[in-house]
């Protein structure tokens, strides 16, 4: 079973920057896309950037401008820039490789705090 392990959270001041990776711990193939998601306290887990094999990328609203996905294929890691951080990114990042129809793997998350 593979492992996905994310590393870069922790606690910054408002308008700060922080980047989170995400690398598994055993072989996996044919990724087609990789997502970072997030979830705050009481409230649903909610998807904040995908991007696919080809390079196609997509972002919630919330981050546009200020997060940036992007992967490295020879390593399996992709990666999650935000910038211009705010309060209300407040939240445990997760990371999520897929290919359809074959594997849906999650990492077990990494605290983001940012303070005002």
């Known amino acids: 079973q593979v492992q996905l392990v994310e590393s870069g959270g922790g606690l910054v001041q408002a308008g700060g920057s922080l980047r989170l990776s995400c690398a598994p711990s055993g072989s996996i193939f044919s990724i087609n896309a990789m997502y970072w998601y997030r979830q705050a306290p009481g409230k649903q887990r909610d998807m904040v950037a995908s991007i696919t094999s080809s390079g196609r990328t997509n972002y919630a609203d919330s981050v546009k401008g200020r997060f940036t996905i992007s992967r490295d294929n020879a390593k399996n890691t992709v990666y999650l820039q935000m910038n211009s951080l705010k309060p209300e990114d407040t939240a445990v990042y997760y990371c999520?490789?897929?290919?359809?129809?074959?594997?849906?793997?999650w990492g077990q998350g990494t605290q983001v705090t940012v303070s005002s």
């Open positions: 999520n490789y897929r290919r359809w129809g074959t594997y849906d793997y």
